[in-house]
Each structure stands twice: as C-alpha cells, then as structure tokens.
C-alpha cells in the first residue's frame, strides 16, 4: 500500500475505485485555448469522477516565443498569455463538493523538447509592475531557450537544474465571475506552487454545476516565488486522474503529497495570502485532525513550512504546510 | 460658460454638442440586475453619444435589507450583492477609446426614503476579513436604517449629516474577464470615490465593443474610507449624460470635476493604489498638459490632493488630484 | 474667544493660564543638531508648560544643498539627513502624561530665503527603494531651489503655490528606542501632515522624564504623500508654545485644528497606517466624547476624512479626521 | 576538510587560523540584560577575531513566564521583553567590515529545562495587532510549558517534535539608532531564522566601531513564520565563534551553511522583504560569483529557496537561498 491509497482522494472519492476510464485532451480536441476561466466557455470533455486524462498543454506564451531573439512586447499580446486548456466537466460536480485533481506524470511534448524563460517589461519581483507603479525605466527583455528532458533543464554552460516539473495553473470556475488566467485566487489560477508535480493531489472547491477544470502553465522546474516572472515554461503532456469528493466545504485550494497537507493562499499584500494559507490550515486541523484551535496554531508556530508560489502574478500565492506524521 | 463647457468631455466628446436624447432605465426595463460585469450580459440600453439616461438603481444590498433588525450574514448571499443596471451599450465605442459618463443629478427613490448602513461579518476596514485572515471572533453585525431627503442625512438623534451622493460603482467592461461588482479595478467597478457625484465626470476606457456601460450602488453620503464596510446605501434615481471620446488611450479611471483632475486607482497593498494614482496622473500631465516629467512629479510632491476612496473591497481605492490651476 | 480657547490644550494644559515664558532656540544654542531621536542626547533648552518657544531650524539637508547643480547623493551622507532641534525638556512630564505643541507662527529665515526639493536616487514614491528593492535604474538626481516668502512658493515660471508652511518631523523620545529623524512613529518623528502647520496643535504622548521634545524639517509648502520625497524643504523661525495635559492615556500622535480632530497612524504597509488611524479615533471619540463604538466606526463611514501625510518614509504616515461639530 | 573550512568565514576571516580563545558570558558577567539594540549601552565582553563565546542566554521572556497559569499581559511589561546579551566588542571591527557568528552548539541550561509558548494579546498572525490595528476582540491568552532535551520538544502527548534549536536574535550595533529588542532590520534583530542554528554562519555589517554584537532568544524549535507569535522560547547556553571579515560591504544580514547561501530581508509588507531579501542575493551572485546580472534574476526564478523567518514582529524577515552547487 502506497500513500495514495491512504490519501483523501483514495479514501473520500467517489470514483476512486472505479476503473479509470483514459480520455485525452489533444490540441485538435481542444481547439480553442482560454485566457479567461469562468462559467461562459463552451466544455471541451466530460468525464466521470475517477477518470484519467492526459492534458497537451502549451506553454504560458502559447508558442509564441521560440527564439532567444523574439522580443516579448512584440510577441505576446495582453491578455491572451497563459492558455489554458479545458473547460472539463466531472460528472456529478455541484456546489459544496470539491474536486481531486492527482497529477501523475508530466512530459515535455514534441522532439528536441526545449522551454523558454524570459523578462518581460514591467513584470517580475524586483522591478515596477502595471501594479507597482514607478516611473523607472523598465528592466531589459531577456529571452532564454532551455534545453529539457525528462530528468534535466539544461539551463546555461555552467548550471543543469534538476527536472522538476508542475503545473502552474490549475482552476476550477468561479460561481460567476470569469478570471484571466494570469491570476491566482480562491478557484485556484496561476497559483505556481513547486509542489504542484507529479505525485501531488489538488483539492478545488466546487462553485459551478460540473466543476469547469481548466489546466496550463507547465513549468520543468521553478524556484521559490518565480522572481523573473516565468519559470522554464514549455508544452507538456500531462496525465492527471480527477475525482470528486461530496460535501467537502472549504474556500481555497489545498494540497496533498505523501508527507504533508498543504492550504494555499493568493492575495496581496503577501501576507495576506499567508494569513489565507494559515488561517485555512488551522481550520482544516480543527474541522478533520481533531486539534483544539489555539492548540493547531501554536503548534504551527512550531512545525510549520511556508511556500512561496508565486510572487509575481496579480495575487501572490502562498502555502502553508504541516507534516502528516503530526496529524495521526 | 461654465466650467463643464471647457470640460474635456464638452471639448472632446463627440456628442457634446448633439441633442441629448433622454432614455430611462426603470427597474421593469432592466429586469435582471448584474452582479458580475464583463462581456457575457445581455444588453438592456442602446444609446448614443450625447444621450442622458435616467437610471432606477437599487441599493447595494439590492433592497433585502428593510429594518434595523435584519441579519446581514442572512438576508445577504455572496456573491449576489452589489447589484448593477446595465449594461448599456454605447454607440461606436471601440478599443482605444474612452467614454466619459456625466453625473448630473442623483436623487433619492420612493415615498419616505431611507439608506442603511451595515456592519457585516468578516467586512470592513478594522476588523479580520476573507483576505486578512485571522481568528479572531467577527464584530457584531449591525443594521442603521437612516432617513434621507434631498438635503441630509438623518444619521442619529445627535447628527445630521449633509446630503453628498455620489456613485460607488461606474463601470465599462473588461475585454475578456467578467469581475464581480464589489471589486474595482482598471474597468472602473466599486470605487466608491465620494467625488465622483453630480457635477463629476467619470472617465472610463473601452476595452469591449459599446463600451458596456454598468453603474449602481448610490451612496446619500460616504466618508474617506467608507471604513465600516457600507455607506448610507440608497435606491437613487440617478441621471447620467454619456459620451464618447475617440483615441484616447490610458489605462485607469479618471474624474474631472470643476476645480481638479484626478487619475483612480484600484490594488493592494493601498500602497499600490496610491502609487497607480500618482503615476497616471504624472503621465497625464505629460502627454497633455505640457510638463516635464520630472516638472510634473516634483511638483505633484508639492500640490496634490490624495483622496481615499474604499478601504474594504478586494482592492483598495485611491485618487490622485491636481488642481486644474496649475494646468493652465 | 477663539477656538483655540475652546482647545482641548487650553482646556486641560497645566500652563493654559501661566503667562508665557519665551524662549529662543538659536542654532547657536542648539549646537549639535540630532539625527536620531532618543533618551540618550543632552537637553538644549528646560522650559514650562505653557512656554513659547521660538526655534530656528534647518531645512532637511542641513543647509547642503544650495544650487541647482549640486548632487543628493554626493553632498548629503545617511543617516545624516533631516537635523532636529531639541531635546527640549517640559517640567513635569512624565509618562503618561501628553505635550501639547502649539504651532503659532513659521517664518522663513535669513535674508532672500529659498526652499530645496529633491529627487534622490531610491527614494520616494515612484521609484524603487531600499525597502522596496527592484533592480531598477534610480531615476536621475534633480534639485530645484525655489523661492519663497510669507506668501507664495515660486515653484516655476509656470505655477505659483501658496506659502503653506507645516512642521514635518515633531517627536518626543521613545522610552529606550533611538529612531533616526526620517522614520515616524508612535513618539511622532516624520510624519509629514500639512496639517501640522499653524493653527494646529499636536498631542504627543511622553514615554521618557521630561518629554524631551525635537522638532525640525519644515516645509514651505507640501502636497498630500510628498510624493518625490521632498516638500519645499526651508530653514524656518518656527514659532510653538508647549504644554502639558498630565495622565491622558492613549498611543499615537493626535492633532487638533479650529474644525477637526485627527489621529495619526504611521506604518507600512498603507493600510496598516490607515487603521491604526481610524482606530485610534474610534476609541478617541468613545473615551471622550460619549460614542458607543460601533456608532463611531459607522458614522466615520460617512463622516470621515484622510490626509495622506508622507508616503515616502521608512514608515508611512496618515491621519484620519472627524469634524469637530459632529463631536458636539 | 569540511563545508566549514571553505566558508568564507573560514577564508576570509581574520582571526581564521589563530587558536581561539574561550569566553564565557554568564549571567553574572552579562548583569543588565538589554531591551534595545545600539551604540549607548556598555560593553560586557572584548573578544578577538577568531575567538569562541560560550553564551547563557535569558529565553525571551526574561523567565517570568514559568507556570501555565501565568498570564502574559500581566507578567510581561513592554518594551521589557527579548531581553539580549552583549554588547560584545570585537577587536578590530569598523564600520565597511563584516562580523560573522558561527553557532556551534546550542543546549537547554539548567537542570529539568522546559521551554515556553505563548499567545499574547494582539500580538501573532492571525489576530489583529498594535499595527494591523482592528476593533475586534483579542484571542485568548495561552501559555504552555514544554519540557524539552537535547534531543526533542515534548509538545503534546500527541506530538513529540524534534529539537532544532537556533537563535532568534543577533544583531550588531546601527550607527545612530538604537532599535528595540523586537524588531528585525539591517542590523540582524529579531529575525527568527530558523536556519539560524548550530551550523550556521551569519554575516552581519559593521556600523559601529566594535561591531556591538547582540545575541539572545533561543529558540528550541520554530515553524516558518512563527505564526502565533513565539516559538518555544528557552534559557540556552549557545557557543559562538566570531570572527571579523574586512572591507566586506552589503547591506542586510548573509547566512551560510552547508549547502545554501541566504540573503535576509526585513520589512513590511512581506513584499518589501522578500525583495530585498531577492535583490541582495541578486546583487551577491554578481559581486562574488561571477554572473551576469539577468542571468542571476532568471536562475533564482528556476532554482532559489524562501524562507519565512518571523511573520510576527514590527518587520517580517525572509530568507532567499540559493544551492551552493550552482555557484561553482
């Protein structure tokens, strides 16, 4: 027995014994890419709580940018960055329930697989934003080309980082609001939490008939706050089985891997979206672990992990994490 | 002449000088209220450039909270508050322009009018809130049911406060998001800025073909702040005059009054908002008024008015002024 | 009788009815201007409540700063910037007690006088900072040396700004801390309200034997946030009278004018600032002038103003006012 | 060889290969503990590069908290509390050198060693405080006494944690200002680090002659962010070595340890620490490790950690790392 078997998702789902009916989402079938996750889009697939589905992706700049020479303020074109596939519908998925997204396997798609990285104008951490609003002169454009495979990024002459790959952007649909794909919030979005790979389980709250899951933003590996404002960011085949868990309220996203229950957070000021991810972490021990309230949070002082996802996005992404060996 | 003769709007519009056709948006003709504003609604008002509407708006808490003894946390439904008239489609706005809405009149609707102001749970400027999340124990939910007529505010047996109405949401649409009404943004949404009332002019870029007009939650009066969460939210009859400015291209709300310009801007941290403000209005000055960029911002550090519009929705307001002297 | 007689300093100061010992703190007398305000400097000047006292400061460069062409970053060298007169010693003062600062009069000094506005590299409030650290280029060194009288500021050929002279920075000693003169605080320190000029008075709380009070950085006339980070900064003859009102109990800076009472509020981020504000008045207006709470906090929501002070500083200042008629 | 004789303290200290020389700091020796970290206070100790400090720190609650019963707003009196050891003066140490403290060792003193946690009103994460200043009631007061060894914290019965101890607070001396004991800057301070334990080094920036340095608030275990507002504060007998770098310039706190650099931000918001915390690291891989500077931004986007140090204090402090391996 794996941890998996343990998991809320193998415990609670509703089809996590039932033999995993295998859809693929391809370029063809999805057609047309979304840079808006809400109720208004047309549905894409219909799957059954327990179904696999292999996801290709595309990469946050839709393809766009394939040399070290193309320019990002030329190429890209506000607000159609970050496509995302989907909307897929899971049977069954209503209000109050919360849908199990488990990512199995990450790839990069096509021959002499390679992802980009670059510094686009007033975006990142450390320069002036359309948010934080200067009057300095922008950073520079940088491009980077990256060589990947399925264990490297093969990031300059003298560093190859490790292949880490995630998912940087993973939703379910507002009730009623459509939300660019650049922002992360409580339907989840451009979250772009390292954690979010392969061997990873996402719990979103349901708040659209269906669920509405939208996926994108792969990313083969990604520091802590993804400071330039892009990680390696290429096109992916990704495999995640999805699952659907009844009467499960909570507000925002969590997280599950082998070692720790994870609550994340997106908003600014940054701590504000660590106070979400604490806040929700000390409720969820409350509500389902069987701790005091006052006895979670002053053990959180204790034995607490902090994530930083992204800091870069329209709201920043935040998550707190305990171990699973302090909740049994 | 008056100052609103030499108003951009009368100098620039391109109805200025038209006929104004006058249309009314009664509660029968709008039918179904907006609680998210974006591209996806149905249009109830086609008007042209010059027009004056008369808009029946309903109060913030669409009418569901009658007395003193009501229960927001029960009488209220996330995220069905806010309600908006509209939207209203204006004649050849496209991309790149800007349409400019004139309050002209607002007045108070109904025999006997009262607004109420509540102090709703997890809501407000000094208490714990979805975003600032803490544990402490919410503040006590309040209800103040408060007379009004044309001239004041019957807030308490001890004070009269003086009739200041003004907007609080004034809306175009984004181009692909749709964004709940209690949130302001670069399309304008819940600013809740006291200036923008008769006698102001709102600026507001197109980023959606006609524009998509959408206005609602009248205030009789507000504070700097609006710091418990509501002002005195009132049913009003609020008359407006559209019009439409070709190619002008900025990216933030703006408001002309008789005495000052002011640039608006929506984020968090407030800090954020402050420096969005600032910066539109140094790039203002700049591309319209002939100073130096650096002319401009030393002498904002000596001349500027800052005025604090909401202090509680998912993103703060605050509005930059110069002081039309100094323009010319 | 004025309002002034009607203050709360001349209600409740120990010295209201003393008649006036006046004072005059010379640069000869001061000496050794101070760069950090503490309990660790020697007395200048041992005065009465109900004192006047006519101080000479410098302006925030320590008089460096003379021509167009001179460089911030060369001639002024941190932490040595914004020199404070002071300590001056209040018989009688001890903790828990407050100072009243009374400003009467500020001149501008020496024959010809001018003021300096600066633009210094990563500092104010477009540009990245040290806090707020980008890997931005600073944006360029500008110096204006403006003249001024008791009239009028000659900001340019093109605009003329009123002579509207205000104290920036106005402290008493913090209990053990030394703060530098650029960072305000619950002692006051630089703060930056244009309010604070004459005909305000400014309540300070004493944390230390005697007050200690320091008080320097004038500016001849400043816009709401400083927004360069630089007001016109002038050497003054500044004119206040002192007093002491024993076992009034609260934490922050308040301020009082012929129409209006402020609390002020000084951290980062902005929000944080504005509440310490809003709360500080809340609790002012129940302790003192017979609120039940929540109705202060709701009638504030109607009521209320914000003065944006410095936006500039290590810590970020605002003051949130309440008009003096609804207080009857 | 170890990691520890190609640190850079170890290459580049002065006092490197000299045989150190033991100190012992009792509490006899240290008498007045401090609440205040500056250039007023009297040196305990000289020690010279290179030497070896043996410290008998007071936890941070000065030992008033012993019982469960114990209420903190009662038995803590503000700004009494984290109460430092030092000043210790290091021969040789100017202001454009560096001091770097190696913690060797850290061990519970006393006989039956417990540690304390405690919630203190309006202090913590998840409440509001004296400068998120709210209206809602504080959380409770809660103290724990853990019993705690060398080799764990007995924190419940349902959860033993491991003992991971490290220091709190260490800082050098500012120039002018003296900064209370609880607050993370420039200087070091109250950072709460969790990486700050036996086998770190941290470098800190001369300002004042001797450097000044302060140590004190052992922590027996900490969480990131230290939610609830303190960690499990004990009486430590901690061992340093120090030793004196010279002309070493940067601005904010370094650690090293075995596999990781770490620059140290402190500030509010979160934002502005995290970022200073990015920039310096940024600013650090070019100085000393040879690369370009965008391609130090964009490879911290790939491969940089965060860490959370305190989410509690008047400035939050965060950590940003980087793998050692990819500087070779």
């Given at each position: 027995?794996?941890?998996?078997?343990?998991?809320?998702?193998?415990?609670?789902?509703?089809?996590?014994?039932?033999?995993?009916?295998?859809?693929?989402?391809?370029?063809?079938?999805?057609?047309?890419?979304?840079?808006?996750?809400?109720?208004?889009?047309?549905?894409?697939?219909?799957?059954?709580?327990?179904?696999?589905?292999?996801?290709?992706?595309?990469?946050?700049?839709?393809?766009?940018?394939?040399?070290?020479?193309?320019?990002?303020?030329?190429?890209?074109?506000?607000?159609?960055?970050?496509?995302?596939?989907?909307?897929?519908?899971?049977?069954?998925?209503?209000?109050?329930?919360?849908?199990?997204?488990?990512?199995?396997?990450?790839?990069?798609?096509?021959?002499d697989p390679h992802g980009y990285c670059c510094m686009i104008p007033n975006f990142g951490a450390l320069t002036g934003t359309?948010?934080?609003?200067?009057?300095?002169?922008?950073?520079?454009?940088?491009?980077?080309?990256?060589?990947?495979?399925?264990?490297?990024?093969?990031?300059?002459?003298?560093?190859?980082?490790?292949?880490?790959?995630?998912?940087?952007?993973?939703?379910?649909?507002?009730?009623?609001?459509?939300?660019?794909?650049?922002?992360?919030?409580?339907?989840?979005?451009?979250?772009?939490?390292?954690?979010?790979?392969?061997?990873?389980?996402?719990?979103?709250?349901?708040?659209?008939?269906?669920?509405?899951?939208?996926?994108?933003?792969?990313?083969?590996?990604?520091?802590?706050?993804?400071?330039?404002?892009?990680?390696?960011?290429?096109?992916?085949?990704?495999?995640?089985?999805?699952?659907?868990?009844?009467?499960?309220?909570?507000?925002?996203?969590?997280?599950?891997?082998?070692?720790?229950?994870?609550?994340?957070?997106?908003?600014?000021?940054?701590?504000?979206?660590?106070?979400?991810?604490?806040?929700?972490?000390?409720?969820?021990?409350?509500?389902?672990?069987?701790?005091?309230?006052?006895?979670?949070?002053?053990?959180?002082?204790?034995?607490?992990?902090?994530?930083?996802?992204?800091?870069?996005?329209?709201?920043?992404?935040?998550?707190?994490?305990?171990?699973?060996?302090?909740?049994?």
């Open positions: 027995m794996t941890w998996l078997d343990d998991s809320i998702m193998m415990q609670r789902g509703v089809g996590a014994h039932r033999e995993p009916v295998q859809h693929h989402l391809t370029e063809e079938l999805q057609k047309t890419f979304h840079y808006t996750i809400g109720p208004y889009s047309q549905p894409v697939l219909h799957v059954k709580p327990g179904d696999r589905i292999v996801v290709d992706t595309r990469d946050a700049f839709g393809g766009k940018i394939r040399e070290e020479t193309d320019k990002p303020s030329q190429v890209l074109q506000m607000p159609f960055v970050n496509p995302q596939n989907g909307p897929i519908m899971i049977e069954g998925a209503e209000k109050g329930d919360v849908v199990a997204v488990h990512i199995e396997k990450m790839s990069p798609r096509g021959a359309d948010f934080t609003a200067l009057l300095n002169e922008p950073l520079p454009e940088v491009v980077r080309k990256i060589k990947i495979d399925e264990e490297n990024v093969y990031w300059s002459r003298r560093n190859t980082l490790p292949y880490r790959p995630h998912i940087g952007t993973l939703s379910l649909s507002p009730e009623l609001d459509s939300i660019n794909s650049l922002t992360p919030d409580q339907h989840g979005g451009n979250m772009d939490v390292p954690d979010m790979g392969p061997g990873s389980i996402t719990y979103l709250p349901v708040r659209s008939p269906g669920g509405r899951l939208f996926i994108g933003d792969a990313h083969a590996c990604q520091g802590d706050g993804e400071v330039c404002g892009t990680a390696v960011e290429y096109a992916s085949r990704t495999t995640v089985r999805v699952d659907l868990i009844k009467q499960w309220n909570f507000a925002w996203p969590r997280l599950e891997n082998e070692d720790a229950l994870m609550s994340i957070g997106s908003a600014r000021p940054l701590e504000d979206a660590t106070r979400i991810a604490f806040r929700e972490l000390v409720l969820w021990m409350v509500a389902e672990y069987g701790f005091e309230k006052w006895d979670a949070y002053m053990m959180l002082s204790q034995a607490a992990k902090v994530r930083l996802g992204n800091f870069v996005d329209p709201k920043y992404t935040v998550g707190a994490m305990v171990a699973k060996r302090y909740l049994k």
